[in-house]
């Protein structure tokens, strides 16, 4: 399997942005779909965002939409999320995943590959 690692957390006031990067490494990437998920202490794992490698189809998660944007860059085998007006309930652990397959069911259980994850946390 490939290897995902994540960057970009940290800290930062309610309103602020960041952005998220996460790289695939190792073996040739040939996942078909790359999402982004979080998980908040005492709270499952959820959805956040996703992305197709080769037509660049989105989808987010409601919380979300407006205020993120996913995107790749297919030669880096990269793919950002880039977060604005952040909120303390987006304050979490989040991961980046892959799986090699096109659905539209998001369920972390779906996907095959997930990075160490990077820690955003949004002071009010």
């Known amino acids: 399997q490939a290897q995902l690692v994540e960057s970009g957390g940290g800290l930062v006031q309610a309103g602020g942005s960041l952005r998220l990067s996460c790289t695939a490494s190792?073996?040739?990437?040939?996942?078909?779909?790359m999402g982004w998920f979080r998980q908040a202490p005492g709270k499952e794992r959820e959805f956040v965002a996703a992305?197709?490698?080769?037509?660049?189809?989105?989808a987010y998660a409601d919380s979300v939409k407006g205020r993120f944007t996913i995107s790749r860059d297919n030669a880096k085998s990269t793919v950002y999320l880039q977060m604005n007006s952040l909120k303390p309930e987006d304050t979490a652990l989040y991961y980046c995943?892959?799986?090699?397959?096109?659905?539209?069911?998001?369920?972390?259980?779906?996907?095959?590959?997930w990075g160490q994850g990077t820690q955003v946390t949004v002071s009010s």
């Open positions: 190792g073996r040739p990437f040939s996942a078909a779909t």
């Open positions: 992305i197709t490698w080769s037509i660049g189809a989105l």
């Open positions: 995943a892959a799986r090699a397959y096109y659905s539209g069911n998001y369920n972390p259980i779906n996907f095959s590959s």
